[in-house]
């Protein structure tokens, strides 16, 4: 039985749309009673499990540098209760601590690597030294340690670190690497916003998985997972199934990461209140935008105020859109002919339950959050571009027509100059481009404005099949002309494909 065929939750629709997928040749099913009793992404059903907040690490200030240790290890982890899988964990089992850190602060991360294979670390979301970035170059081998260090010169907000291994970052990610970064900084602590870290300031690593018949963990690596990417049919937030939080504050802040390997989602809360975005990838945007929906590809974040003043429960939900266009569906495909994959969820899942505790008054929403600078396409002196593309007749996944190669550095580009970065996308299916060592702005998409979330610094950015995204961003320091940044696909397996290049940073 093919790999991928293991597991789906069921409602009538996925049932009916599982039919149609066997049709096309993929797969065909039959259901365990685990599988069903677990399953979740159903509406239904009560949350049961305390959500998990990740440990927060400060590290440690030593001679002027604040310091973290971080060993990366082998553990195990129960996705179903009593059945153990293997999984990477950073000082924990599974995933890794909460790494606090402020602006304008040195930090040196010490990373060791107990595991059996190489790993790497990147500090997504970061401006660095390119041997700092922890891409691809900087393996680490078992048994040893890597000791970057560099200035914080991020705005605050919620970034990640992961694994970047070469052609293993979605197995590594998958099986745990991942973990939240918190960055601090004065212009945030002067606006009253919550930030009491587990009790109303809250990071939510979001992850979907596969798990085999048994219930251990599973990575497909067939060629529908490597096209579409890994998208599992149970859903953990910060490792946990079913999650609940009990909640003491009238407002609640809420850090979201996709931290997918593949699947999108669109956030929203119960019952169709609104919810306030007040942060981005980089940063806080200049004032609240209040929305019903929120969408997050794989690699980006959002922080969201939700208002529990009422004292009423109710739960972040999500759908998760289809983002392959009616790619393998068999039916004909293209833009017009829409068929939907098995592990689409077009109706609402629970992604987490909260329960306030009591009603307590609520904090004021400050109006403005941080004052950003005009968004001026003109300070531009020259444009790139880069196209996405998933060579579905044989020719790989590219950028600008050619896969990942780790020794051809393909753009090289001068130190403090303004640029526009045009990212286009031939395939049929939703990529998040990802840049590393920028926060860049978004200009427009196919010339039209971009939504609330994308008013602020991003460093990763959905670009739609047949869309154009004009990006706006400088280098502004850390110039090495060897050593290569990365800019690629955030799903994993496009990524681990070949949908990824490199550039340098040098003198201008
Ligand atoms: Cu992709």
Avoid at 56 to 83: C, D, T
Avoid at 175 to 195: K, Q, T
Avoid at 231 to 255: E, S
Wanted: proline share 7%; aromatic share 6%; with cysteine.
């Amino acid at each position: 039985m093919d790999q991928w065929s293991i597991a789906s939750s069921l409602n009538r629709r996925a049932l009916l749309r599982r039919a149609g997928t066997a049709a096309a040749g993929l797969v065909a099913l039959p259901l365990s009673a685990c599988e069903a009793q677990n399953s979740l992404f159903s509406a239904d059903g009560a949350g049961a499990n305390p959500l998990a907040i990740p440990e927060l690490n400060q590290g440690i200030v030593e001679q002027g540098e604040r310091v973290f240790r971080l060993s990366i290890s082998a553990g195990q982890k129960e996705f179903v209760p009593g059945v153990v899988s293997p999984t990477i964990g950073i000082n924990a089992p599974y995933l890794g601590p909460t790494l606090e850190m402020r602006r304008g602060e040195r930090v040196r991360l010490h990373v060791d690597n107990g595991l059996d294979d190489g790993a790497t670390v990147h500090w997504h979301g970061f401006e660095l030294p390119a041997a700092a970035d922890g891409g691809p170059h900087q393996l680490i081998r078992p048994g040893a340690r890597w000791s970057p260090s560099f200035e914080v010169r991020q705005r605050a907000s919620l970034y990640w670190y992961h694994s970047h291994l070469h052609r293993g970052t979605g197995p590594q990610v998958y099986a745990g690497l991942a973990a939240p970064i918190y960055v601090r900084d004065d212009e945030e602590d002067a606006l009253d916003l919550p930030s009491e870290y587990g009790v109303d300031d809250i990071p939510l690593i979001v992850q979907d998985r596969v798990l085999d018949n048994s219930g251990k963990l599973l990575y497909p690596q067939n060629m529908h997972a490597q096209m579409m990417g890994v998208r599992g049919d149970r859903l953990y937030v910060n490792g946990t199934q079913n999650a609940v939080f009990d909640a003491r504050t009238g407002l609640l802040r809420l850090r979201i990461l996709n931290g997918s390997n593949a699947r999108f989602y669109d956030f929203s809360l119960s019952g169709g209140q609104t919810m306030q975005i007040i942060a981005s990838d980089g940063g806080l945007l200049e004032r609240p935008r209040a929305v019903r929906s929120l969408r997050l590809a794989p690699g980006e974040r959002a922080q969201i105020l939700v208002d529990l003043s009422e004292g009423r429960p109710l739960s972040l939900v999500a759908t998760s859109p289809d983002n392959s266009m009616g790619m393998m569906g068999g039916d004909g495909g293209g833009m017009m002919g829409r068929r939907r994959d098995d592990t689409e969820m077009d109706e609402p899942f629970r992604v987490l339950d909260i329960r306030p505790s009591d009603s307590s008054p609520q904090r004021k929403l400050p109006s403005q959050l941080a004052p950003l600078p005009a968004l001026d396409p003109s300070l531009a002196v020259r444009t790139r571009r880069f196209v996405l593309d998933m060579g579905m007749m044989g020719g790989g996944m590219s950028i600008n027509g050619a896969s990942m190669d780790m020794n051809v550095i393909s753009e090289r580009v001068p130190v403090g100059q303004w640029e526009i970065w045009e990212i286009a996308n031939a395939s049929m299916m939703a990529h998040p481009f990802h840049i590393h060592n920028a926060q860049f702005r978004v200009i427009d998409r196919n010339g039209r404005t971009p939504p609330p979330l994308e008013t602020g610094y991003k460093d990763t950015v959905i670009v739609d099949p047949r869309e154009q995204v004009r990006l706006l961003l400088r280098f502004e320091e850390h110039t090495d002309p060897d050593l290569p940044y990365m800019y690629h696909c955030h799903i994993l397996e496009h990524e681990d494909a070949g949908m990824m290049g490199q550039f340098v940073v040098v003198d201008s």
